[in-house]
């Protein structure tokens, strides 16, 4: 554990918030509960959240403050997944011992390098009389300037004179000015207002008892939803001026947020936490069996799916449901190996991104044909209907599968002991010989057996063990023959928008949506999807630009934590 | 019957598809595609088929350092030192001509023949290429062959980095692959018009460059079904060939076979009368082999750029292979001294399945220009 001044700014947090702030799992509903006080009246929207940066958050906060040339020298503790979401289990999550010594060993890194030779020209507005001597006035400047950006608000007068008082010792103690200067900076990005997003209400003079985010924590709420990372100052400029609570000036910051490349930042990192391909960094593959499946591959079958949805969702302005049809995505000659594709390699380079479009014989068409749901989804050496199936239901119709009881026998279903079987369909009949096994299996297996003519890694197949396969099925009454017509019963099934706006709007907000939002999620604003013609960034201009996403209920925090 | 399909990447609609274009009217047949990740001198050897041994690299430096005059307490005295662990002292300059010292390796005639030991015996991988059952030629265990035609391999097979029994590989030649496995252009093999894998009596062949070197896999090996883009370079334009296939083993008529290589493996390899077979294996990949006449200077060159290396590491004597080369040399002899240039040669070719992309022919015309 690390000591000093860096540990300081845990201390004044917890004597603020208490202590299980600190080191314990931090739990939201302590530090909101003390942030919002009572409520008086009821409307759409839910509870104020207190959220750990997630590893990309973190990333991408650091890449637009200093650049994409500062390194991070440290290791995350693994994001914690609560609801589908990490942007949700951000809001559970806690600070270990050890994961608070990598934060701080990455503060540390990254305030000597910022403030380095190479880069102080670029982030140090003011030069110090001596680079021996503290300069208390220059070290004010550039860690005010650089907080605020960090802390996505300004620091507290109380605040920046700690930080600028760790800097002045700092460089009393080495004959440093910027050794001092990037240990303040340490200090700033080793403190919980740093690595938590802290979110903060008020009373709404507009709508008389209710209460509604500050401007800042508004301002981090939608910077976060529309770019994955905190607000530029522009936006914490709307946020200091009040333009951010008017409607003028909230469609404004709306507007040229959704008009800007960054959005695709935002939408990738949305669709990367709904997929759940943080998974990718833990799965694994029987290479004896597919020798294709490479890291590189593995990262390629990511890039490829994102690159899909931007491509439709952001670039074209596509329709959301046309995601589970489209057979048009981008190849590398490297991810057409696993496909067994001819790709030409673009420019000569076998990991170049290239257009491509599966034919239309081919058997893939939409995402949940891709490498990245089909691996993800399976086991390291063998498919898996009901893994497959489960997933497609729990992430792209947002329904719950229970997980197999603990009585279970599977010693009855794999392969040695089902000899007899030839396919996997044929062993899973199994499980309607069991009234325990044959209620959810019901509902993932003909589904995920639609998907069997897809092996481990996502390739395509047409026999198992010298037998046909059959892709037949059935969804909700939708017969279909194959994963084409699986994925166009997707398309034309009302749950799979609706599903996308409540995930949306629980990544939003950072926890379940509460009892009133969801009534609001399922009817007007589904019912404005549809109008919108199920357009993505439409979808995010009525969310940002809702009463409802920042509006704090009180009493809807307690729904929110009892759905846990 | 078998037609010739003109297979181009063509740009459709933004997207990159393969299309196939015939020529004439096509009936359905198939184009296996395939890129090699290994080929090296196939080698036959057995128990005692090289006597006496050839000298090992302490041998080789005794030699050297006596051709230098050393005296034989001199060498003694080197070679305990070597053997403690000294650098081994340089014996590239041990030829004499015309009264001085040179480099041996680059003048191989300058020191004397040490008759090195040639493979004996009568097993032998490769093409009767000559159409005839000479008493130094081979049987092919393979295929049942008489007249085989592969003195590269006596030539290669009583030294160490060459030295496998029948289907195996000396440890020199997985050595010199690896070393340029993701660096070196990789070779690609074109079998299309198949209507049956097992018997067709008409294929065409096509042995070309890529632009891209191979990837490996997650166990390390080649990675399959991997787009190369062929290079469309003029003196491969010759690799086409037609051939059988019958019982599953495709054989073709003779071509001259010309690929460049890595001068790490060989500077290049040309055989001129070449024949190829390949097998088509139940996991995907291709395994065959080429033979042909093959110019021995390049080869030789080859073994000498490795200089002190070859003899320390390979165990091999440089000048003494050249003579072997000149010796054994059996075929297109050099009008004015009769000497044979080309010597028999057999390869093993193994290869996983591939893509091929062609440029289209508006590029490979200006390459050609």
Redesign the interface.
Known sequence: MTSGPHMMSWSRVSKRWGRAVVFASLSAVMAVAQLIGPAEAQGVGGGATVRLLTQDEYRNVIADVFGTDIKLAGRFEPDLRVNGLIAVGAGKAGVTGSALEQYDNMARAIGSEVTDERHRVLFVPCAPKSIHDPDPACAKRFLAEMGELLFRRPLMDDELAYFVDSATQTTTHTGDFYTGLGFGLAGILSSPQFLFRLEVSEEDPAHPGLRRLTAYSKAERLSFLLWNSGPDQALLAAAKSGALHTKKGLDEQVERMLASPRLENGVRAFFTDMLEFDQFDTLG?D??L?????AEVAEQAKEQTLRTIVNLLVRDRGDYRDLFTTR?SEMT??L???Y??????RD???DAW????F?PDSGHAGIITHASFLALHSHPGQTSPTIRGKALREVFLCQKVPDPPATVDFSRFNEATAARTKTVRERLQMHSESPVCAGCHRITDPVGLTLEKFDTVGGFRAIENGTPIDTSGEMNGVKYEDPVGLGAALHDNKSVPSCLVSRLYSYGVGRPPAAEESKWLSGELANQFAADRYRLPALLRRIATSDAFYQIVPTALSASVSSK | MRIREAIA?VA???????SMVPAQNAVASETRQYAVYLSYPAMSNEEGDCKPSNPDSIGILREGLRLQGKSSAEIEQAVDGVQRGDKRPDISMRGKLEGKTVDAYLYPFSVPDSQLSLVQGHVGIGFNLDGKDKPEDFVDPLTGERGVDNQLFRVLGCSRPWRAKIGEAGPYQLGKWEQTFESAPAWLIDISGIDSAENDDDVEVRVLLA??PL?????G?A???????ADPITRTAGNVVHGSIKNGRLTTGKFDFYLPSEPQKQAEYGLRDARMRFEFLPDGRLKGIVGGYQDWRPLYITLALRRSVGEQSGSYDTPGHYYAFRKLADAYPDPKTGQNMYISSAYYLEAVPA?I?YPEPSQQLTRAQ
């Open positions: 593959k290479t004896t597919y020798p294709n499946y490479t048009k000659a490297r057409g190996s696993l067994r594709v001819p790709v030409s390699p000569g380079v076998i290239t257009p491509y479009e034919a | 990447f459709v609609g933004g997207a990159t598809a393969l632009k891209q990837a490996r896999n997650a166990l090996t990675l399959a079904y991997l787009t190369f883009t893509f992309a």
